[in-house]
């Protein structure tokens, strides 16, 4: 058992992954209270599919039921590139730049499940990455990966908080050596100060409703709420304040994973171009990337209340000037 675990690894930082951690599969008491919590609140706004079997997304026996164990991975998705300021373009988030990393992290996970597999033959798992009724983040902090910021984000002291998260359920004992991480935050609130639509109510809450990153990516409404719209700072999909003020961001290192290179005008997105994309060209520009998920029409809803806002502001800077 110690063997397999040392093992697995070395496979897992050989396939590419930053971070790696080894926990028992039990259920998370504390944390699944926490989400009721925020559910009843309806902290997770017109997201429905977090509502349905929560006692699963934070029993990971009810999801896998012979899990015994959880691999849990970091990927470092840091790539050095910086938004353009300008009204003319959208900012994108830096976790959507390149290709989707669902596809990346499940490739890797597959291909890690496939060696577990050759040193346990009797070894079999569930690969959970973002859209499986899990949470990740709370898995991330068992398995010693990091800790939980305010901004509610799992930040690891070697590359912030610029890494996506995943698991493997698996159903062997393996051995668990992972220490928690001290949590690092200590009195900074510099995510909480910078978030321009008070979304971060609390250190470690957030309350999705006032959160551009939701309202630009899972808001289905056909324009976005007056309060965001007047706070986009230039957001076409996602935000990244809350990351790019966070002082243990300052440790981000690029990352060795090409796919998450940026695409082509992908950092910052010429907002006339998104507007003028047909369903074709938008397949085509968005094949296999993560800015799916806003589909078309939302994309093109952000663009246009970016366009309306950064007409307004600039109406409202004539006007102060001819005042
Ligand atoms: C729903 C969701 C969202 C929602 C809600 C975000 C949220 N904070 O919950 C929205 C659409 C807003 C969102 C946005 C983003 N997301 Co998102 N999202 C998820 C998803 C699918 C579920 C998260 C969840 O369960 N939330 C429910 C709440 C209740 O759980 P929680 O956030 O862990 O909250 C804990 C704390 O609040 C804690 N708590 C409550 N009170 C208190 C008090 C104290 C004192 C303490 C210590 C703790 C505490 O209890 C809760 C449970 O442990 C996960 C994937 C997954 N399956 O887990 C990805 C995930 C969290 N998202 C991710 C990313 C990258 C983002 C963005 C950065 C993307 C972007 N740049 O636009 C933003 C960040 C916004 C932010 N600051 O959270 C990554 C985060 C990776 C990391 N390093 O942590 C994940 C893990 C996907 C992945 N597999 O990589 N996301």
Redesign the pocket.
């Given at each position: 058992m110690e063997d397999i675990s040392f093992k697995i690894k070395q496979k897992a930082l050989a396939i590419g992954f930053h971070k790696i951690g080894v926990v028992r599969a039990e259920p998370l008491y504390e944390?699944s209270e926490?989400?009721k919590e925020?559910l009843e609140k309806d902290y997770h706004g017109e997201?429905a599919w977090?509502e349905r079997e929560p006692e699963k997304r934070a029993n990971p026996k009810l999801l896998f039921p012979e899990a015994k164990s959880i691999v849990v991975v970091a990927l470092n998705y840091y790539t050095p590139h910086e938004h353009e300021e300008t009204s003319a373009k959208g900012k994108v988030?830096r976790?959507a730049w390149g290709d989707d990393y669902h596809d990346v992290l499940k490739e890797k996970l597959r291909e890690l499940l496939a060696f577990i597999k050759t040193l346990d033959t009797a070894a079999d798992g569930k690969i959970c990455?973002?859209t499986?009724p899990?949470?990740?983040?709370?898995w991330a902090v068992r398995a010693g990966l990091g800790w939980?910021g305010k901004?509610?984000?799992?930040i690891t002291k070697e590359y912030g908080?610029w890494?996506?998260?995943?698991e493997i359920l698996l159903n062997i004992e393996l051995k668990y050596e992972n220490e928690p991480v001290a949590d690092f935050c200590g009195t900074c609130t510099a995510c909480l100060d910078a978030c321009p639509t008070n979304a971060i109510v609390a250190?470690?809450?957030?309350d999705?409703n006032r959160?551009l990153?939701?309202a630009t990516?899972?808001l289905r409404s056909p324009e976005l709420p007056e309060e965001i719209m007047e706070n986009l700072n230039g957001w076409l999909y996602?935000?990244?304040i809350?990351?790019d003020v966070c002082p243990w961001n300052r440790f981000e290192k690029p990352t060795e994973e090409a796919r998450f290179e940026p695409r082509t005008r992908n950092v910052s997105a010429d907002l006339e171009e998104i507007l003028a994309l047909s369903p074709e060209k938008y397949a085509e520009r968005f094949r296999r990337s993560a800015m799916k998920r806003t589909k078309l029409h939302g994309l093109q809803r952000n663009a246009r209340a970016l366009k309306k806002s950064s007409d307004k502001s600039l109406g409202r800077s004539l006007q102060t000037k001819i005042e």
């Open positions: 944390e926490h989400l925020w997201m977090l988030s976790y990455v973002d499986a899990i949470m990740d983040k709370a939980l901004h509610s984000n799992v908080s890494v996506f998260l995943g250190p470690y809450l957030v999705s959160c990153s939701y990516i899972e996602g935000c990244d809350c990351q």
